[in-house]
Each structure stands twice: as structure tokens, then as C-alpha cells.
């Protein structure tokens, strides 16, 4: 099955192990066995490599290879294909928020005027003037 890369990207990031992961990768490059660290109580090293190859297939980060060491770092173009794809729903929200916003000003006005209009035939006057 040949799922488009946003799909590959949000099914990687879907797990918290994965999260975890690129959370330490924030701090800079770190070997599998580095990464494997917090891990290794409750959780076996090949399965972190599995963890490593869903996020490799994903775009999120790059593994490299110098001699021994196989480092993994963050690769920005994944999360900003993410990030893309996140702001046009982000610009409708804001839009969206911004038209209730005034909608509920428009309420405010109203009940406002109701309350003054109430108030004013409660003390005896109609509409400002005496009866």
C-alpha cells in the first residue's frame, strides 16, 4: 500500500515513543544507543530501530553513518510539509474565531440595549420621556 507522505508523517507522530524520540533529537544528533536509553526498562532496542525507520520513512529525521556511530538528527523539511499543511487550516480557524468574535459583540450590543430599555420602563418612563 502507498500511503502519501502527510498520512506516513501523522501515523509516525501518532505514537508517543516516536514523539519522545524527536523531543531528544531537539537537543541535537544522538546514536541509536543513545536514543534507545530511556527506553531499554520497558522496551527492547530493536523496537526503538523500528521506532527509528517509521520516522526515517516519515521525512522527520535523517540517520548517517560514521564508522561505528549512526547518528539521527531532526530533518526540518518533514515538519515544515507539516507545518504547511497545518497553517491553511490554522488561517480558516483564526477566520472562523474572528467572525464569532464579532458576532458575539453584535449580542453584547444588543442585550445591552435591551437591559437600558428595560430599565427605563421600570422607572416609569417611556422611552426616555415622562408618562
Wanted: net charge positive.
Amino acid at each position: 500500500m502507498n500511503q502519501d507522505q502527510l498520512s506516513l508523517t501523522f501515523a509516525a507522530l501518532g505514537d508517543p515513543t516516536r514523539r519522545a524520540i524527536l523531543t531528544r533529537l531537539t537537543k541535537g544528533e544522538a546514536s541509536v544507543a543513545e536514543l534507545s536509553k530511556p527506553f531499554l526498562g520497558g522496551m527492547s532496542a530493536p523496537a526503538i530501530t523500528k521506532h527509528l525507520k517509521v520516522l526515517e520513512k516519515a521525512g522527520l529525521i535523517s540517520r548517517g553513518r560514521e564508522a561505528q556511530w549512526r547518528p539521527c538528527k531532526l530533518n526540518g523539511q518533514g515538519f515544515k510539509e507539516i507545518a504547511d499543511w497545518v497553517e491553511t487550516y490554522r488561517k480558516f480557524w483564526e477566520e472562523s474565531f474572528d467572525r464569532l468574535d464579532e458576532y458575539l459583540k453584535t449580542l453584547s450590543k444588543a442585550k445591552e440595549t435591551k437591559t437600558k430599555v428595560a430599565k427605563t420602563k421600570k422607572k416609569g418612563t417611556k422611552y426616555g420621556r415622562q408618562k
